[in-house]
């Protein structure tokens, strides 16, 4: 867990959708040799998200489980709804328009947000500005054809 402020990075989803660009970002993630905390908005959308990270790609899983599940704990990667970080987790990430709750504790909170949906583009833009106003460092990363670009 990090001693130094949370980073915030905003994820401006253009070319991919939440499916292609969070195991991606996952994986760079557990290369740090980081833990991670994927909250969604939705208690719905855990059973999504965790049969999806499992079979996003024919040659690769990335090893996970939803919160609640026994041993959770253990696993490099929670997916929940809740606001806890059961796994000691160093990146929290928020997908669905999810609240970011405490970030004391984690270095990085990622926010991913599709360009296309009028309310998570407002969500994310209230979440900017409550970051900028708690001084924590943010930086805007937009997808371009040849991957991410910071602009902020």
Known sequence: MADTPCEVWFYHLERTGLDQALPEL???TLQRGW???VRTREAGR????DS???TYRDDSFLAHAPADEPGAARQPILIT??????NGADALFLVDGAEPGELAGYARCVVLFDGADDAQL????????AVK????AASYWKQQARGWEKQA
């Open 133 to 136: 106003a708690m001084g924590l």
């Open 26 to 28: 996952l994986e760079k």
């Open 81 to 86: 709804a809740g606001f806890d970080n059961p």
């Open 122 to 129: 407002a969500v994310a833009r209230a979440q900017w500005s």
């Open 46 to 49: 855990i059973e999504h998200l």
């Open 35 to 37: 833990k991670a905390v």
């Open 52 to 54: 999806w990270l499992w």
